[in-house]
């Protein structure tokens, strides 16, 4: 998908409703929105205040799905001023942030809290299910649920977009740094703020939160210690050399259970990526066995997620070599496992080349001993319960190709044959 000199993936075509709405944000009154397939292409012209349409036959699931674009004039996702570079400009941040917190415990209470997507195996669950369940009826949960059960999933978004804001006093206001943080044009939450404001009124939120400020800030400041991201960011860059960033954010809850994202912005000559993700916590089998491998395993979730900031503008750059190594799906992913959700090509290569990463990473900081069972154990998981059926030839593969390199050559560098391997590797 691209629109004014930007590029986008419009994926998931086959999981949208037979209608289907998205708001655009340009800079322009009239702009140009193409959209890019492996077998045919679109052009439309977005006015603001108009609606253009188009409609999608879809194959898999015998039927038309019918796409209604709008556009507005955009706003900048984030403005990062003078004094925010010179305060975080070389920085990696840890945060576990206030609002972030509130939207974290509303979903906590809807009925999408009650799945996995929540973590409930701690006593601070515990602590919140206790203090905030007489709420559960207020209107800001009643909505929140609503909105999480619409199959555009605002879970991610409303998520995101909660980082964008700060309470001053009992009011909820944008701090100023972003507009947004998830993906769209618009920030999804920012309807719905004097709900929440009337939610932690109600329920006492601020307090709550102050009360567990010191358990916040011992999450964060095990975080920084035990888990390397500056590290992580100093290995991207060297295997990725033409994305830098100026700072990374991770923003967590400890309510978070299964969902993580990331995003990143550049503006004013500042770059900075985020990763949104649960925290790891230490589980009683990491307690008893090497050191080594629990650091492995707490670190690959903030890596996975980070990482896609450096590896996607590089796949970009080859998306019609992937679209050919990978037009066969049903190769790469295994239906109803969580890899069906990466049901175009582009996505997919992209999420095999995540955890590959994973393996070279590990290959790189672990001796033999702990990164091999480290990649085993990532093989296993991500064939057996993910359903990345050629993840484990997929990954080996490009750990040889890593070993093998030659003198000065990158990740970024071996990816033509990576995709080249992998072409190969679909026809059989």
């Known amino acids: 998908m691209n629109i ?3 590029k986008g993936n419009f994926n998931g075509v086959n999981d949208i409703p037979k209608t289907f709405s998205y708001d655009l944000g340009t800079e322009h009154d009239m702009s140009i929105l193409s959209l ?10 977005l006015k603001y205040g108009e609606k253009a349409v188009f409609q999608i036959i879809r194959e898999a699931k015998g039927d038309t799905a019918t796409c209604i674009f709008t556009s507005h004039k955009t706003i900048k996702a984030a403005t990062f001023s003078h004094d925010y570079k010179t305060a975080n400009t070389g920085k990696t941040i840890i945060e576990a942030p ?19 997507a929540i973590n409930k195996g701690t006593t601070y669950y515990q602590e919140v299910k206790k203090h905030f369940t007489p709420y559960a009826s207020l209107s800001a949960v009643r909505t929140v649920d609503s909105l999480l059960k619409n199959p555009d999933n605002y879970y991610s978004p409303l998520k995101m977009d909660s980082y964008a804001f700060q309470f001053k006093g009992d009011k909820i206001e944008k701090f100023g740094v972003y507009d947004r943080v998830s993906w769209g044009s618009l920030n999804e939450l920012e309807p719905y703020l004097s709900l929440l404001e009337s939610f932690a009124k109600k329920s006492g939120f601020r307090e709550f939160y102050k009360k567990h400020k010191s358990y916040y800030e011992d999450l964060e400041n095990d975080f920084r210690k035990n888990i390397d991201v500056a590290d992580m960011k100093v290995w991207l860059e060297r295997q990725f050399p033409r994305t830098k960033y100026s700072a990374i954010k991770v923003i967590f ?11 990143s912005f550049s503006d004013n000559g500042f770059s900075e990526a985020q990763a949104h993700v649960d925290f790891p916590f230490i ?3 990491q307690k008893t066995q090497n050191p080594a491998m629990t650091r492995g395993q707490r670190s690959k979730i903030v890596f996975t997620e980070i990482n896609h900031s450096y590896l996607n503008p590089e796949a970009e750059e080859y998306v019609k070599e992937i679209a050919k190594a990978f037009s066969d799906l049903s190769v790469w992913i295994t239906k109803g496992k969580p890899a069906s959700t990466y049901n ?20 790189d900081i672990f001796d033999k001993t702990i990164s091999e069972k480290l990649r085993v154990d990532l093989e296993e998981n991500m ?19 890593y070993k093998t ?24």
């Open 344 to 363: 175009n090509t582009l996505p997919c290569f992209e999420e095999y080349m995540n955890y590959g990463l994973v393996t070279l990473y590990y290959s």
């Open 253 to 263: 809850s400890p309510l978070v259970g299964w969902n993580q994202s990331a995003n």
């Open 283 to 285: 589980t009683e089998r």
């Open 4 to 6: 004014e000199k930007e």
């Open 405 to 428: 390199r030659k003198s000065g050559q990158t990740v970024a560098d071996l990816y033509p044959e990576i995709i080249d391997w992998a072409g190969n590797a679909g026809l059989k």
């Open 36 to 45: 890019i397939s492996e077998q045919d292409s679109i052009a439309l012209l």
């Open 383 to 401: 064939v057996s319960f993910r359903g990345f059926q050629r993840f484990k030839e997929f990954d080996q593969e490009v750990l040889r190709l």
């Open 98 to 116: 206030e609002v972030y917190e509130l939207i974290n415990i509303i979903f906590s209470l809807t009925d999408y809290g009650k799945t996995g």
